[in-house]
């Protein structure tokens, strides 16, 4: 018989490690939060522009752009920051409550820009056969304003008690 992969009990043991080791603290995290989300924001103005001079090229571009930017933001907050206050910060019940109300927002932002991504750019090109700029460019208003409210609350809640 063949066997695909690591054997179970090996598996099983190296996890066990991994989720024992702690997590680090990263010293410039929030710092490079902050910069990853001012990067967004530029990112989203030069977006929102694009839509409303409905410059096809462009929008592609900087949607591209954007879509690049926030992933990488969200795994270093995903991974770094909920990961760290999660498992090693000694947190009181009211930043766990702030703590898990902002990653469970930070999931509903996340899949409702992916479906706004997925909706406008197939495969990194503009998809506008079954829509129109004038949606894009509500879609992407009410998405910014999602977008910017998250930002803050983070600036505002959580990025205090990683520091």
């Known amino acids: 018989m063949f066997v695909f992969g690591r054997p179970r009990k090996a598996a099983s043991a190296e ?9 680090k603290y990263h010293l410039n995290l929030v710092d490079d939060l902050k910069e990853q989300q001012d990067k967004i924001y530029a990112d989203y103005k030069v977006l929102a522009l694009a839509v409303n001079a409905r410059d096809k090229t462009a929008v592609e571009s900087f949607l591209v752009a954007f879509k690049k930017t926030w992933h990488r933001y969200l ?17 009181n019940a009211q930043q766990t409550m702030d703590v898990n109300g ?3 927002g930070s999931n509903q932002l996340t899949c409702k820009l992916n479906r706004f991504l997925s909706a406008y750019l197939i495969d990194e090109k503009l998809d506008l056969c079954n829509t129109s700029f004038e949606s894009l460019e509500y879609s992407l208003r009410e998405l910014g304003e999602e977008l910017i409210a998250s930002m803050r609350m983070g600036r505002a809640r959580l990025f205090p008690i990683y520091e």
């Open 15 to 23: 996890r066990e490690v991994r989720e024992g080791e702690p997590l």
């Open 75 to 91: 795994k270093e907050k995903n991974i770094k920051l909920y990961g760290y206050l999660k498992h090693n910060a000694r947190l």
């Open 102 to 104: 902002a990653r469970a």
